[in-house]
């Protein structure tokens, strides 16, 4: 979580930038809510078996399903409600493009060098 809080903090040309990253394909909300799971994955081993790319999805799926009780327990019905659609597009789209899915894109496209250093 430590390099999320930084990148929050960039100065608000970078924050620009970060914002251009994410998208519906890797929602901010999603980045935020699991912070610490996603800092302490080996991606770019991920990235290189697929065997482990399949884990780490499935994996991310139950991260996701922790954070939708929390949210359930709280009474947080936006959050509960974006975390249903985000695991959903994620299931729609590792069968459709595994390969895009399939867990390269958290070290390479979402957190480039430049981001991923601070």
């Known amino acids: 979580m430590a390099q999320w809080n ?11 930038q ?3 990253l994410y998208s519906d394909s890797f929602p901010m909300e999603l980045r935020q809510f699991l912070a610490p799971w996603i800092e302490s994955q080996d991606w770019a081993y991920a990235a290189s078996k697929e065997s482990h790319a399949t884990l780490v ?4 799926l139950g991260e996701i399903d922790q954070q939708y ?9 936006l959050y509960q409600h974006n975390l249903r659609r985000i695991k959903q597009f994620l ?22 060098s430049h981001l991923a250093k601070l």
Request: hydrophobic fraction near 30%.
């Open 18 to 20: 970060l914002h251009q």
């Open 57 to 60: 999805f499935h994996n991310l």
């Open 91 to 112: 299931q729609v789209r590792r069968e459709t493009e595994p390969t895009e899915a399939g867990f390269s894109f958290p070290s390479r496209k979402y957190f480039p």
């Open 6 to 16: 930084q990148l929050q903090q960039l100065d608000t040309r970078y924050l620009e």
């Open 69 to 77: 009780s929390r949210f359930l327990q709280e009474s947080n019905v």
